[in-house]
């Protein structure tokens, strides 16, 4: 039972404009999500966090926004770089106890950016 | 360099040989996590280790068996395995489980 859910596997977007990445989630106890980005041959490296408390989180270029009614959230960037071509994994976790550690990916979505 | 230093980078084994995949952080992170990522698939929890004690263990095979001698190091124990688990394996660390990680490169594991 998949919780997270990148329903775009691929987002092609032109250098210079904005990228929109999105996620939805099904497990209303999820109270904590990131974004993770992968380069071919490396490991995820982690972009930029929400808490459920808020429904912004801006860290330059990088913009989530989280929609907890619809359990929706997205990831914006701007403006959209070639370093920026890579696989974008959504992520969620709980913070209830007995589900430490159950941090759930989608399956990503592969950001190509052309020039 | 991430912090995060996996060992070996790619694994080619036999269905009845026995290997091990080796973690080292040296973030002082507490909690380590063994992922597999197949192709086209969500990243897969497998294991969590919250200081050295295993907190989690998302129904995989008897066939995978993990270790965590200390809160530096996470080993991945492999014995007959099977050509569906040939996939990408990742180990990651954190301050606390679920909060953001840090991944190793990964090991690139075929089961031939």
């Known amino acids: 039972d998949q919780q997270v859910k990148q329903n775009s596997p691929s987002l092609s977007v032109q250098e210079g404009r904005i990228s929109i990445l999105n996620c939805d989630y099904t497990n209303s106890m999820f109270d904590y999500f990131l974004w993770y980005k992968k380069y071919p041959a490396e490991g995820p490296t982690f972009l930029i966090s929400?808490?459920?408390?808020?429904d912004k989180n801006e860290d330059g270029r990088f913009t989530v926004f989280l929609n907890k009614s619809a359990k929706h959230l997205s990831l914006h960037i701007v403006p959209s770089q070639p370093g920026d071509s890579a696989v974008y994994f959504c992520a969620a976790s709980s913070g209830r106890t007995d589900s430490w550690g159950k941090l759930q990916f989608g399956a990503g979505t592969q950001v190509v950016v052309t020039p | 360099e991430t912090g995060v230093t996996q060992t070996p980078r790619h694994l080619v084994m036999g269905m009845t040989n026995k290997k091990s995949l080796k973690c080292e952080q040296h973030?002082?992170?507490?909690?380590m996590y063994w992922y597999k990522q197949s192709a086209k698939k969500p990243l897969e929890l497998m294991f969590v280790?919250?200081?050295?004690?295993?907190?989690e263990n998302n129904s995989v095979p008897s066939r995978f068996s993990p270790e965590c001698p200390n809160s530096s190091h996470l080993f991945l124990h492999l014995h007959t395995l099977q050509p569906e688990d040939s996939a990408l394996y990742l180990c990651?660390?954190?301050?606390?489980?679920?909060?953001?990680?840090?991944f190793g490169s990964g090991t690139r594991l075929t089961v031939v």
């Open positions: 973030l002082g992170h507490n909690a």
């Open positions: 929400i808490s459920s408390i808020k």
């Open positions: 280790y919250n200081f050295k004690e295993q907190t």
């Open positions: 990651a660390s954190s301050q606390q489980p679920g909060q953001e990680g840090t």
